[in-house]
Structures are given as structure tokens and as C-alpha cells.
């Protein structure tokens, strides 16, 4: 890349990055993306992973093919480990500092166990594939140890799944793992039948998908329950542990606890000593910049946007990818010398969260839609907004499969790092085929 | 199940164990399949996991869910630790003993580094899928990586890559990962020019695929060296370590070192105190029996098999299929009482290998086939010869985008147990979607 063009660098190749680095396409800068894993991850569709209806390479692909095509643009796979502001770089680990004329921050968020940091180990969230992949081994870890378990309370807790906060993420984990547990899984083993399962929900607030309307909220929760779902609302956690986790004055004994409740912002406040809000959001101008550095804009999940009229800008995919569009047109018109306000405004196209096989809420402002209807427009909506057509492709045709034979394929248990992660052993029970097949 | 019954133990879910209990599916007896993982594994694909053309959810199915519709039969995932051949008793890893009436073991065989086994660290072998996703993992870092290296020498041993042992594993190994470098990604990286990719093949003997005829070596080795693979033939390995491969009087230095050259068999010959071969293989008799014990039968690469014609069973799919098979046949007819002698005999279909896009051998005996025809049988026999009729149709549309996209979707850096492994960070790139989409 020539030294005399001007570079804007990009960290995280998340929602928020990718849409930064795909504006800047046809711009006359070098642009440069840095993120710490290979690939661009469709969080959305995260939880199917864990529940193991899709695979990972199905909702992932790695940045550099996503950005192939745009020759100003280099992306390198590194942990960034600080920005030194007054020299304009990006420190990097185990490599030389990367210099910067713009700069836009895009690095995400993290689990936040409210200072119980101990709870991580019992209670994973969904963040990585990585995680995805641990969560599915623990839940078919727990129907494996199930199946061999005499004692009928420890089988019930191996039984017994239960999932903390009722946000999207949380719905729609439960009605995975129900689905899972009840269509998939309990005819294989000769132990379980589906009326052993618990599948337990619990919510902080008074309802369901707080960010949803109010008849939404009870839609979902009646077809939650409708499902066996166990749904817990105005409870909050007190401990939780190997054993199980307890609430309000109630305690559940589980072996598989998932964290759908809080998030944090990445470090990037502590980078720029900036200030930050409760959740460590940097809080940025309403042009994304921050205080004081027009040349840095933090987007998505690491920013704490709040727009003129007053409103914050929420934690979704949109807004990330609006807000990264944004910082790169005005990134690129502050390199050209234009200092003229450039507010950022969130366009908010609607809110989905699917329940289950045929139930899912849509909040599209005036109008709402509920049950069948909305479940296909939530899944047509999700393939569409899928990176690559191939994923389309095989996606749509993953779903078709579960659809009409309840067979989920990704039903695979291997060694990841998952808290419960033993090392390999070493018999291997495939036969070797070093001559020929 | 009801005690009266007699009851068949199989151990191991590989081709071996699977045929055993499919074949017993109509059997009067009760059938109980042990193993530690909880999937079958199609072997002969898994280097294309390894390579990023496949997902490992493509080759690989729950064992249970492949024999769910036998009633007869019983799936537990459990480690084996040994066998009381006095008490008819199979003794496994916390849990009670299962007994049986009728023992398969099939154990399969894990990578043997002819005593050196330090070399394990440095040159992983691909056997499971936790293997191959490692394998993906250092190749596809050994990418980023050379993307960031300024010294050219590093680069160079980046960019270069060692397999040991020139068998079917190997020389496909070494093809696909010749394509994945040159057709996937090299012109997705700035610092990375096709002609930097260094492929080695170091193979002991003084041809490539020793199995195979004379000719169709010729031709393979041909094709190798034809797609730019340097085939060292004749070639002792001598050291290995984290800096690259000496042998011969040479010296190779690369960063990504792949085991293609050795198994032994799983430990079911200490289990058993029976006599072993050199490789730990199980000395049975000509009907697969331990010798004294007409009640427990050895298959698959964990026997080692001489036929009454006195020619040898050789360690591919095909025979611990059929052994698995007469297995389970002999062992039914010695339950009902009948003792005679009833010798396996192993029907050699042929050997199949292939090299890269368009070029594979087949050694069907008397007809030899090369290059582009045999790749698209291989190709057709690979996708009949898969367990389910789900994978049968991704596999051929994952082969089919590959062939005329050529790119791999499957190129995921995932943390597993790859012995680069790191922990994994604190940041995490994805924007956070605690609210809706």
C-alpha cells in the first residue's frame, strides 16, 4: 500500500467493521482491518449452533473472503492491545504498531456476570463459535450422562436445562433447546422420555423480550409455556454454581446453565481513556467520534450513542452496521478537511425473535405479527441477511431438512473448550484406513 | 431390556462396530454399543475437513441417531478401561460393568510415531475430528501468520508444508492442501504469491501409495509433481521439532507438520492378554475369535487377520466392514450352539486415491483407471458410500460450489485442541444482540 495515501484502520470485523470496511470501497484511502479471529461471525443465528441445527461454517466466513474483491483493503488476523492517540496508532501484540489517520472501533461486546465472574465457569454465554460449540457438548453431554445415570434426582438435573435472561437470545435458546430435547434427542435414548425434560427460563423483569410491545412480550410467553417451557419472570440470581442456580427464594438443581442476561463493552474505554458508560460503552459525539479525537469513532456495542432527538441508539445488527457506515463517511469526509456536523441517526426497521417451529414476534412499529406467518418472515429475513449465497443456500436447505424430519445433522460432541473439557484420550475408536478406500 | 436375553457387547462406533450392530438388527439378542465418542466418523473424507472443503457435521453422525430405529439395541458413550474375561464383564470408566454374552472389539488404531513420540506435539496425525479441525487450524494460521511475517526466511517456513508418509492420507493430504493454498487463498492475501507455497511429501519407501500397482504410483506421483508437490521418495525421517523435519541428509524448515505414516492398534490386546502383532494388533483366528475365547472377536484395524489362503487382511473400511459383519454372524450362530468353524474371508472390492481436481487411481485388479474419470467415481462411491442421505446431498453441493467456485467454505480458525491452542481472549469482536434483529 503506498505510504502517501491516508489509511483508515478498522478493528473488529464484526457487524459494525464489516460495514465500515465495505463503505470505504471505492474510497481513495488504504484501508486496513484488524481482528483477532479469521472470521465474521452471524451472531444472530449463533444460538442454532449451540442447539445444533446448523453448523458453524454455515453462519461464518472468514473476513478476508468476505473483502476479497476490495483492493484497497488488507485485513490481518492480530489481538490489538491498545491505541497510542497522540502517535496515531494501533498497538499490536507480537507485531509492529499500525498507523492510523482515521481510526473506527468496532470491537464489541462481552458477557457480563454483574461482578459474579465466578459464574462464567457454570454458566457459559453465547458470544464465539467457540462458545457455541461448548454449549451444544454440554447439552449433549447432559442427555449422554442422563441415559447412564441410576440415580433419578441426578438424572433429573442432568434433565434440567436452564437458561438466565429472556431477552432474544434467551427466548430463543429455550425453544431450541426444548425442541432439541423433545423432537430430536428423546426418542434416541432409551431412558429419557420427553416428560423428563425441564427447560427453565429465567427473567429478571416482569416479562419476556422487554424490548418488545407488550401483547409481543405475551404472546411469547404464552407460546414459551405452550412448548413446557418454564418460564421464571421477576427473578433475579443469586448464585449459581455446579450444582444449580438459585433464585428469588427458589433453587434449581441443573447441570447445563446458559447466561443469555448481561453484556459489557470490550476494553476499548480503557484504550482511549475515554469516558464510559455503566456497561463500559465509550460514550461518543452524536457524529460517533470521540470527545475530542475527530479522528476515532467507536460503532456498535462499544459505543454509547445518544442521538439529538434524545434517543439511545440500541445494541442490534443494524444499528451497528448503520452507525459503521456511518463513521467511514464521516471518517472519509473529515480526511477531505469537511469539519461540518454530521450527526448519526438510527433508522430502526423492527424488532424479530422466533419462539419455536411455527411461533415467532415481529414489532415493525404500527404493525405486529405473531405465530406462523411471522416465523417464516423470520427466517426468510435472516437467509436474506446472510453474507454469501452458498450459506443461503445451504442454510435454507438445513431448515427445510429440520422441518420435515425433525432431525437436527450438527449433533456432534467434540473436545472444544468447554468448561467441562476433558483431554483427548488416547483410544480412537475409527478404524485407520492408511491403504486405500 | 429384559435379562433373559442373551446380550451382544460391541465396542467401538467406527465401520467395524457399526456393521456388527447393523447386521444384528433382526437378531433375537440384545445388542449394547459402547463407545467414547458420540458419533460415527466417515474416515475417508476427514482430510477434506481437515482442508476446509468439508464441515466435520458433513462426515459424521450420532451413532445413536444411525441406529435408532433398532430396538434391539442400546447406545452408550462411555470410555472403556478393560474387559474380565472371567466374569464376562465389560469394565467402563465411571459406571458399572456391562456384561455380555458375546464381546465385538472394535477399537480401531490411533497414529504411532515409531517410539518417538515427541513428535506428536509437532506432527499431528489425522484420525479424529478434533485432528482435523487442529489441522485446519495450523494451516490456515500458518497463512495469517505469513501474511504479518516481515522476515522473509520465517515466511518461507510459514509458507511451507511437510507431510510424512506418501499413503492415500498423505497424498491426499498433500493435493488438497496444494489446492487450498493455490485456488483458496493465495490471492486472498497481499503478502502471499502462489509461488511462495512450499508442498513436501517424505515418504520411507521408493514409491507414492505402495498398495497400489506399479503404474498407478507412477501416475500419482506424476500428478503430484505435475500441481507443483516436491515427492521426496526413500526419505527416513529422522527428527522433527517446532522448527521443521530433518531427513536424510536434509533439512526442512516449516512451521506446519502433518503425520501420515503410522498407526498401532487401541490397547484391546492388553485388555484381552492376547498375542499381538508388531503394530499391537489382536492375533484372532481365522473366524475373527480370540484364541480360547470363542466368545470374543476382534475386527477391524485392531486385528490382525491372516485368511486361510494365508494372504493377510489389510486395514481398510471395506474389510472391518466385513468384519464387523461375520463377526456378528458367528457370534449369533456360537449363542445358538453351533461350533463350526466358520472362517472369514475378505472380498477386496479395490483401492481408490485421488491427488487433486481431475486426477485419482483406481486399482480394481484387472482394470486401472487414472485422472479424471477415476476422480469422478471416487467422488460418486465417496457420497454413496455416506451413512446418510442428508450428508449425501451437502457433500455433493459442497464438492460441486467448490469445483466451480472454487473456493472452501469451511475455513474457520476455531480454537480446539490444536497444539497451538491459546486461550482464548477477553475481547470478543462480535457486536452483542442482546436486543432484537
Given amino acids: 500500500m503506498s505510504r502517501s495515501r491516508q489509511r483508515i484502520v478498522i478493528i473488529g470485523g464484526g457487524f459494525g467493521g464489516l460495514a465500515a470496511a465495505q463503505s470505504l470501497k471505492h474510497a481513495d484511502v488504504d484501508v486496513l482491518l484488524i481482528d483477532r479471529r479469521n472470521h465474521h461471525l452471524f451472531q444472530p443465528l449463533l444460538y442454532q449452533v449451540a442447539t445444533a441445527a446448523l453448523s458453524p461454517s454455515e453462519i461464518a466466513w472468514p473476513i478476508r473472503h468476505i473483502l476479497r474483491r476490495q483492493k484497497n483493503t488488507k485485513v490481518i488476523m492480530a489481538t490489538v492491545t491498545g491505541v497510542d492517540m497522540a502517535a496515531r496508532q494501533v498497538l499490536v501484540e507480537d507485531g509492529p504498531p499500525e498507523r492510523y489517520d482515521s481510526l473506527i472501533i468496532a470491537t464489541g461486546a462481552q458477557h457480563a456476570y454483574f461482578g459474579n465472574d465466578e459464574w462464567a465457569q457454570f454458566a457459559p454465554g453465547l458470544k464465539t463459535l467457540e462458545d457455541a460449540t461448548a454449549i451444544r457438548r454440554k447439552l449433549l453431554l447432559a442427555f449422554e450422562a442422563a441415559e447412564r445415570e441410576p440415580?433419578?434426582?441426578?438424572?433429573?438435573?442432568?434433565?434440567?436445562?436452564?437458561?438466565?435472561?429472556?431477552?432474544?437470545?434467551?427466548?430463543?435458546?429455550?425453544?431450541?433447546?426444548?425442541?432439541?430435547?423433545?423432537?430430536?434427542?428423546?426418542?434416541?435414548?432409551?431412558?429419557?422420555?420427553?416428560?423428563?425434560?425441564?427447560?427453565?427460563?429465567?427473567?429478571?423483569?416482569?416479562?419476556?423480550?422487554?424490548?418488545?410491545?407488550?401483547?409481543?412480550?405475551?404472546?411469547?410467553?404464552?407460546?414459551?409455556?405452550?412448548?413446557?417451557?418454564?418460564?421464571?419472570?421477576?427473578?433475579?440470581?443469586?448464585?449459581?454454581?455446579?450444582?444449580?442456580?438459585?433464585?428469588?427464594?427458589?433453587?434449581?438443581?441443573?447441570?447445563?446453565?446458559?447466561?443469555?442476561?448481561?453484556?459489557?463493552?470490550?476494553?476499548?474505554?480503557?484504550?482511549?481513556?475515554?469516558?464510559?458508560?455503566?456497561?463500559?460503552?465509550?460514550?461518543?459525539?452524536?457524529?460517533?467520534?470521540?470527545?475530542?479525537?475527530?479522528?476515532?469513532?467507536?460503532?456498535?456495542?462499544?459505543?454509547?450513542?445518544?442521538?439529538?432527538?434524545?434517543?439511545?441508539?440500541?445494541?442490534?445488527?443494524?444499528?451497528?452496521?448503520?452507525?459503521?457506515a456511518h463513521a467511514a463517511k464521516v471518517a472519509l469526509r473529515r480526511l477531505a478537511g469537511d469539519r461540518s456536523p454530521m450527526p448519526f441517526k438510527y433508522h430502526h426497521a423492527g424488532d424479530l425473535a422466533t419462539i419455536g417451529k411455527r411461533a415467532a414476534v415481529l414489532d415493525f412499529g404500527r404493525i405486529n405479527l405473531t405465530g406462523g406467518l411471522a416465523w417464516w418472515v423470520w427466517g426468510i429475513a435472516h437467509i436474506y441477511f446472510l453474507v454469501d449465497v452458498k450459506n443461503r443456500v445451504f442454510v435454507a436447505m438445513s431448515w427445510l431438512w429440520i422441518y420435515l424430519t425433525g432431525q437436527r445433522s450438527a449433533r456432534l460432541i467434540t473436545h472444544g473448550l468447554a468448561p467441562t473439557a476433558e483431554p483427548l484420550q488416547e483410544i480412537d475408536k475409527e478404524p485407520e484406513l492408511n491403504v486405500a478406500r
Fill in 151 to 324: 440415580d433419578a434426582q441426578r438424572r433429573r438435573a442432568l434433565l434440567t436445562f436452564a437458561i438466565i435472561g429472556a431477552g432474544p437470545t434467551g427466548v430463543e435458546m429455550a425453544g431450541a433447546i426444548s425442541e432439541l430435547a423433545r423432537a430430536s434427542l428423546a426418542g434416541q435414548f432409551h431412558a429419557i422420555a420427553p416428560e423428563d425434560i425441564r427447560v427453565v427460563l429465567i427473567e429478571g423483569a416482569d416479562r419476556v423480550l422487554l424490548n418488545f410491545k407488550q401483547e409481543l412480550s405475551a404472546y411469547a410467553l404464552k407460546s414459551l409455556r405452550d412448548r413446557g417451557i418454564e418460564v421464571e419472570l421477576g427473578q433475579k440470581v443469586k448464585t449459581i454454581d455446579a450444582e444449580g442456580v438459585s433464585y428469588g427464594d427458589k433453587r434449581l438443581d441443573t447441570k447445563t446453565i446458559i447466561w443469555g442476561a448481561g453484556v459489557a463493552a470490550s476494553p476499548a474505554a480503557q484504550w482511549l481513556k475515554a469516558p464510559a458508560d455503566r456497561s463500559g460503552r465509550v460514550k461518543v459525539e452524536p457524529d460517533l467520534s470521540v470527545p475530542g479525537h475527530g479522528e476515532i469513532f467507536v460503532v456498535g456495542d462499544t459505543a454509547s450513542v445518544v442521538q439529538e432527538d434524545g434517543k439511545p441508539v440500541p445494541g442490534v445488527a443494524p444499528a451497528a452496521k448503520q452507525a459503521g
